[in-house]
């Protein structure tokens, strides 16, 4: 594991660009209406620079510090936590968190589809376990997601402003009970109960 204080500062910020590129360059790639030879020139340029890129390739991507979210946590939400910085594969949230709970917004896109126009249920799941789990690293509790139940209300819309929110519902011993969900214009679409186990590390 390689983490993110490991690395130079430069090559933090230098790999968090090229990450947030790397989204644009998915979206557009998927969405392109280029025609077929300039289609092939964008594969081309694109397999170069994976070439040049993936010279002696860590095994994992870098990772961000536990006591990052916390530590935004102490702000007041104030700074929020910035999540998936070095993945492009999670959907890239902010996080806002209170004392006991979690808010962030977030404009789902083309590559979120799942029915139309509407978000993948499965990307919602991971934009909930997201809002829950972090909440729990924020407060600084070493847990694992032991079960996530859904409930999908009604579509989830994409190109619109989404509300996602998280809160601590109660903790016993190494349990804890947090819910969230997705709200678009006031009106909730997906509901999330998970269940957390604190484990030794
Ligand atoms: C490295 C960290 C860094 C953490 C850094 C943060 C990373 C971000 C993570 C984001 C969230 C994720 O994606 S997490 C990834 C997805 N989740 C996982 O991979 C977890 C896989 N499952 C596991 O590793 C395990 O099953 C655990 C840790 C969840 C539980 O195993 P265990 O440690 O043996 O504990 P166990 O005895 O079974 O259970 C402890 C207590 O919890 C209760 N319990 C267990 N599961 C449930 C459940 N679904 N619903 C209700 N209660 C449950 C038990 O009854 C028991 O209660 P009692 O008898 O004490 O009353």
């Known amino acids: 594991m390689t983490r993110t204080m490991d690395v130079p500062a430069d090559l933090r910020e230098a790999s968090a660009e090229l990450v947030a590129a790397t989204r644009a360059l998915m979206l557009a790639a998927a969405t392109t209406t ?27 991507v870098l990772r961000p510090p ?5 530590r935004s946590r102490d702000t007041g939400g104030r700074e929020p936590w910035a999540l998936f910085t070095h993945n492009p ?22 590559l979120h589809e799942g029915p139309p126009d509407s978000v993948h249920g499965g990307f919602s799941a991971h934009l909930l376990d997201c809002m829950l789990g972090t909440l729990m690293q924020a407060r600084g509790s070493r847990s694992l997601t032991a079960s996530l139940d859904l409930r999908y209300l009604r579509r989830t819309p994409l ?31 997906v509901e999330a109960r998970g269940v957390f186990v604190r484990v030794e590390e």
């Open 34 to 60: 280029a025609d077929a030879d300039t289609v092939r020139a964008a594969r081309a340029t694109i397999a170069e620079l994976a070439e040049t890129l993936g010279v002696r390739p860590r095994s994992r």
């Open 89 to 110: 594969m999670g959907i890239p949230l902010e996080i806002h968190f209170g004392a006991d709970e979690a808010r962030a917004r977030l404009v789902a896109n083309a």
């Open 66 to 70: 536990f006591d990052g979210p916390s």
């Open 159 to 189: 190109d619109e402003p989404l509300d996602l929110y998280s809160r601590i519902v109660e903790t016993e011993g190494r349990k804890t009970v947090a819910e969230g969900w997705i709200e678009c214009r006031g009106e909730r679409t």
